[in-house]
């Protein structure tokens, strides 16, 4: 059976122009839904919600994992303690207490996690992390980290860490697209790969089979083994979950 994956999408409340204008339209990159259909998965798409506690878990008795996308706009500061220093859009409320609320309860369920950027992020901030606002201006050594989605940058792989596991790579280069990045790593997750610069690339929880964040964007799949392989790591580990959760 075809695990079916649930997909976090974004909102425009009707200030967001270049989506839906001035319309309240929920969306997302189709690159995503492309990446989980074409590496063996179903894809469902989880829009934002008005009241989400009430929807978490019921949606998660429907699905196997759960896919935390990236987004333009980034998560309020005020979620991680902190005022916001810099100008940038901040994510629709709508969306992060939806994404917060579907991490909780997936992670008592110990349901797979996959974050990618934004998602990354997010996980790392539900689960009391913090980020760097912005890079370039707070990591002033930091190397270009938003150059789209062309491969553009190392990362070191930490061994013994799930991901090593998965990719069984010491170093890979891969795609970057972000301004902000991980600073203090949440209690009970810790890093598995870093930029060259020192830039946190990935990050994983301790103790669960698969809640995995990625800084970069596999979901672009570029002509490169790495981004299918960590797909299919995800979509295997959601397979078994659904299989114990049947039996
Ligand atoms: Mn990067």
């Not at 949606?59 to 810099?86: C, H, M, N, V, W």
């Not at 190397?143 to 170093?171: E, Y």
């Not at 209690?187 to 301790?206: H, L, M, S």
């Not at 964007?217 to 959760?245: C, G, V, W």
Request: glycine residues 10%; aromatic residues 6%.
């Amino acid at each position: 059976m075809r695990p079916i994956i649930g997909i976090t999408s974004d909102y425009n409340g009707g200030d967001r122009p270049e989506f839906g204008g001035k319309i309240p339209t929920c969306f997302l990159r189709d690159r995503y839904v492309h990446a989980i259909e074409a590496t063996g998965g179903i894809p469902m798409i989880l829009p934002p919600l008005e009241a989400p506690s009430k929807s978490a878990r019921p949606i998660l008795e429907r699905i196997d994992g759960l896919l935390l996308t990236g987004s333009g706009p980034d998560i309020d500061p005020k979620a991680y303690g902190e005022r916001q220093r810099f100008r940038f859009k901040v994510i629709d409320p709508k969306r992060f207490s939806l994404e917060r609320e579907l991490i909780r309860h997936a992670l008592k369920r110990a349901m797979p996690i996959l974050g990618i950027c934004g998602g990354m992020q997010t996980l790392n901030v539900a689960a009391g992390g913090t980020l760097y606002q912005d890079i370039r201006k707070q990591m002033p050594k930091a190397m270009q980290h938003q150059r789209g989605g062309k491969p553009a940058h190392l990362i070191s792989v930490k061994r013994g860490t799930l991901l090593s596991k998965v990719l069984k790579q010491d170093q890979l280069q891969v795609n970057s697209a972000h301004h902000q990045g991980v600073k203090q790593v949440a209690p009970g997750y810790v890093v598995n790969a870093e930029a060259p610069d020192g830039v946190i690339e990935g990050i994983e929880a301790i103790d669960y089979p698969f809640v995995l964040g990625v800084q970069w964007h596999p979901e672009f799949l570029n002509a490169d083994d790495q981004s299918t392989t960590l797909f299919k790591a995800f979509l295997k580990i959601a397979a078994r979950y659904r299989h114990q959760m049947k039996c």
